[in-house]
């Protein structure tokens, strides 16, 4: 824990301080890229700043060779397979006048072949080294066929789950969020991203894209200095600090200026405060939406805002290429800053191996893809991100020697919807679904039966006779409900958070069938599911899972697996209640259910259908004995908290330890709590452990009425719990220098 502990006070410490260390490339690479420019024509320059588009299966298009011939085209993305990217590599390598290699990027975001769990679930594991794992054999596989270069980790923090890339990122909290942007990033890159296996990560999207406006996509964002600096930019900053060797910048607004072409994200910050030397690529089209966004007149202006305000790489368009002789022509552009984004693109070729190694083996990416290890990585992941939201009289885990067990649902034999948003080069036949993982599961005796009973947008209910004759002729029925995965990710946004369909209803039929039955939640982001939480006997949230995500739940239904995830982001009652996080500030006016002038609904409690940190186990834990080294310390000083946790129950299991802190009375108001450190642990029945978390000056301080991280004289509060309410406490007194 202590990495995350550094993570954050980089952080926090960067946000003030210029240029924090990033390991500078070795100056015989500064003067390699150096000498290259110096041979270059202004085209073969722009052809460097040019990203395009492979077709959908993984190849070329025909005008790529061509235009890689010419020295026009620098990178591409979804171009991937050793025999693609080899085939193209050699016209780089062998045909172009400087035989400068080209960059195949790709989102490789939760697995290349072997597909993990969207990021979503992954956070939910709240066990970044799972992730970091996960990230380093996507890389892996990716690497084995040809891809150099990531766009991912999504670092993005998400407080509207109406937004459906709330899948992609680590949930709506910066501390947490920071751990899972940088294990990622560590875990894509390694220590040397010109490694055989590891490649090029990208943060994105570079920034704000998170606080969409009314949660849909693409939508306006309007983010108060202090908002962005607080909540936004930490997992930006941690992936930075972990080397992440480029940055995407977003499709949206930030207060008024197009994230594309905005300097005061892309020059102020990044460069200059941050010290980032890495490529920054532009979105998909994203300059030349500069249009759209009424920002730019015509592409000749979109390309000169885009390139002039710090984006390197244009994603698709073209204007760079298109437009970019004109402009210098007539002095709009400069040749120091083609050079400029020239030598981050040159750069990160460096970087990514590409000079040494520019082609793959096609018999390693043959060895690579789907390994043994890599599905078992994966079944583990997904089972280590399944929370446990309700299970009530012991409803989970189930018997594996039941004579019948039934699993309905829409999404019962779904393998597509597994792999969720971004599933790479992932194939459904590759993926086990959840029937197929529960007749693995069970014990030679038992039957399983199935029916889907629904569809699961569709609003027709023919199939509910079948699965409910099935619940009633079972002595357990596992109802496995949720999104496809089309309803989550990129462009799926939604009004509603409701079960899509009639898929409650079939809930509810089961139900009335008087029968045992848990229901498993497969999705992308919180859902409004507040019938299943007072009524389901047991209520598994299991997200995407990927490749093994069957396998996975049946681990955990069946008690092979004790579940211990956290949820990473708060589920509301209803839409109305967003946005809802857990870090809220107090206002003047708490709530008091006596007093109609205080801050609540009239139809609806304050408090989330399940809170952020929330999770169940098949077993139980307590808390006892918070301890802080000091009791007193100095605004420099740092102190420790010590906290036991025991398994009080029967099973070995886990639990993760959250410690929260606030700063009771500052200069600017603070939230009731705010994450600073956590630990994921395994406890055998009745073991015990000791767990001390350090709290740095960085973890105490706050951002002032002029957004500058301090740590202000007064007394904080430290709690240890297990998720975001209650808990141990301890008072703490920063004494006055
Ligand atoms: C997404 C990015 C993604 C890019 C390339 C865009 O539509 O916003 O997250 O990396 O496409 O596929």
């Not at 492979?54 to 890689?68: C, I, K, S």
């Not at 993990?116 to 890389?139: H, K």
């Not at 892996?140 to 980790?153: N, Y």
């Not at 009239?602 to 186990?617: A, V």
């Amino acid at each position: 824990m202590r990495a995350k502990v550094l993570v954050l006070v980089l952080g926090v410490v960067a946000l003030c301080a210029p240029g924090a260390a990033q390991a500078a490339p070795p100056p015989d690479i500064e003067q390699r890229i150096g000498a290259l420019v110096a041979q270059m024509t202004l085209a073969e320059k722009l052809g460097q700043l040019q990203q395009l588009d492979g077709l959908a299966d993984g190849t070329a298009r025909p005008e790529h060779a061509r235009l890689v011939r010419r020295g026009r085209l620098g990178s591409t993305l979804n171009v991937r397979g050793a025999a693609a990217t080899n085939a193209l590599q050699r016209v780089a390598v062998e045909q172009s006048r400087l035989k400068i290699p080209h960059l195949f990027a790709f989102d490789v975001v939760h697995g290349y072949r072997t597909i993990f769990p969207v990021p979503l679930g992954e956070a939910a594991s709240w066990d970044p080294p799972g992730a970091e794992d996960a990230a380093r054999i996507a890389a892996r596989e990716a690497t084995a066929a040809g891809v150099r270069w990531t766009f991912a980790p999504m670092a993005d923090i998400a407080r509207d789950p109406r937004w459906g890339r709330v899948v992609e990122g680590a949930g709506e909290d910066p501390y947490l969020g920071s751990a899972f942007a940088a294990a990622r990033t560590r875990g894509f890159q390694g220590e040397d991203p010109s490694a055989a296996d590891r490649m090029l990560a990208t943060a994105k999207h570079w920034a704000g894209y998170g606080a969409a406006e009314a949660g849909r996509d693409y939508n306006d964002v309007d983010l108060s200095e202090r908002e962005l600096r607080e909540v936004y930019l930490p997992p930006f900053k941690a992936a930075r600090d972990a080397g992440a060797g480029s940055f995407m910048t977003a499709f949206n607004t930030l207060n008024g200026v197009p994230a594309t072409g905005n300097p005061y994200l892309l020059r102020s910050i990044l460069r200059d405060e941050w010290g980032f030397d890495g490529v920054v690529v532009s979105d998909y089209t994203a300059v030349l939406e500069l249009i759209k966004h009424g920002m730019a007149a015509d592409e000749v202006d979109a390309a000169r805002i885009a390139l002039m305000a710090g984006t390197d790489v244009e994603m698709v368009s073209r204007t760079f290429n298109e437009h970019g002789q004109a402009l210098l022509r007539a002095g709009a552009i400069t040749v120091a800053r083609i050079d400029e984004a020239l030598g981050n693109v040159l750069r990160a070729k460096y970087r990514a191996g590409l000079f040494a190694r520019p082609y793959v083996d096609p018999a390693r990416e043959r060895r690579e893809l789907l390994r043994p290890a890599h599905r078992r990585a994966a079944r583990r992941a997904a089972a280590r991100s399944m929370v446990l939201l309700r299970n009530e009289d012991g409803a989970l885990p189930l018997r594996r020697t039941l004579g019948r067990v039934a699993v309905v649902g829409p999404l019962a034999r779904a393998r597509k919807s597994l792999m969720g948003t971004w599933w790479g080069d992932g194939r459904p036949q590759d993926v086990t679904s959840v029937l197929e993982g529960v007749r693995r599961a069970v014990s030679s005796g038992t039957e399983v039966t199935s029916a889907d009973g629904c569809t699961v947008p569709c609003h027709n209910t023919r199939g509910f006779g079948a699965a409910v004759a099935a619940a009633r002729a079972a002595d357990a029925t596992v109802v496995v409900v949720g999104e496809s995965y089309d309803l989550s990710g990129e462009a799926a946004s939604r009004s509603s958070l409701d079960l899509p369909g009639r898929q409650l209803d079939l809930v509810k039929a089961i139900a009335r069938t008087g029968k045992p039955y848990v229901v498993v939640l497969m999705n992308g982001r919180p859902l409004t599911v507040e019938w299943l939480a007072r009524n389901a006997p047991g209520l598994l949230e299991a997200w995407f899972g990927g490749t093994e995500g069957g396998p996975a739940v049946a681990d955990v239904l069946f008690g092979r697996v004790n579940p211990g995830g956290k949820l990473p982001i708060t589920f509301p009652r209803s839409v109305g209640q967003i946005p809802i996080h857990y870090d809220a500030r107090p206002t003047g006016r708490p709530f008091d259910k006596a007093n109609k002038y205080t801050s609540k609904y009239l139809d609806s409690p304050n408090t989330p259908l399940y809170r952020f940190g929330h999770g169940l186990s098949y077993t139980t834990f307590a808390l006892s004995n918070l301890r802080l080294g000091a009791t007193t310390i100095a605004p420099t000083g740092s102190v420790t908290a010590s906290v036991t946790v025991r398994n009080t129950g029967r099973r070995t299991g886990d639990e993760v330890v959250q410690l929260y802190v606030r700063d009771r009375v500052a200069s600017v108001s603070q939230p009731l709590r705010r994450l600073r450190d956590f630990r994921r642990v395994t406890l055998r029945p009745g073991q015990s452990r000791r767990l001390t978390f350090s709290l740095e000056p960085e973890d105490l301080a706050i951002f002032d009425a002029d957004v500058k991280p301090v740590v202000e004289p007064g007394r904080f509060v430290i709690t240890a719990a297990t998720d975001s309410r209650g808990g141990l406490r301890a008072g703490l007194t920063v004494a006055a220098g």
